[in-house]
């Protein structure tokens, strides 16, 4: 969860995003719970918190291959890992645009709430 915390810090500008996504990783809080919360206050896009989960689920999917791949189980071939190596591959490149697209968000956003 540590990772996931510092990814969310590093990529998001809007205070009130970052303090939402703390709150929700703190607290084991699902994303509908929080969907339902930040559609009755205007302060979040729906747009931007979207963009923030599917970071979070990408960098847990990416987590999850590392793992796999680390521990080479006995029973997995070359095959396998070759496979599971350009999912994490493709995964990250993912990721990257995910928080390249958020942090443009993000920061429009910003800029919109100081007008």
């Not at 009755?40 to 847990?60: E, W």
């Not at 070759?82 to 958020?102: C, P």
């Amino acid at each position: 969860m540590k990772k996931t915390i510092e990814l969310i810090q590093k990529i998001i500008t809007c205070k009130y995003v970052q303090q939402v996504l703390q709150y929700m990783i703190d607290n084991t809080i699902t994303d509908n719970e929080i969907r339902m919360w930040t559609s009755k206050c205007d302060l979040i896009p729906t747009s931007l918190f979207d963009k923030a989960l599917a970071i979070v689920d990408t960098q847990m999917i990416i987590c999850e291959l590392e793992t796999k791949i680390k521990s080479g189980e006995a029973h997995q071939t070359r095959r396998e890992i070759k496979t599971m190596q350009n999912e994490l591959n493709t995964k990250q490149r993912e990721l990257e645009e995910k928080q390249a697209s958020l942090k443009q968000d993000a920061k429009e956003t910003q800029k919109n709430f100081r007008m």
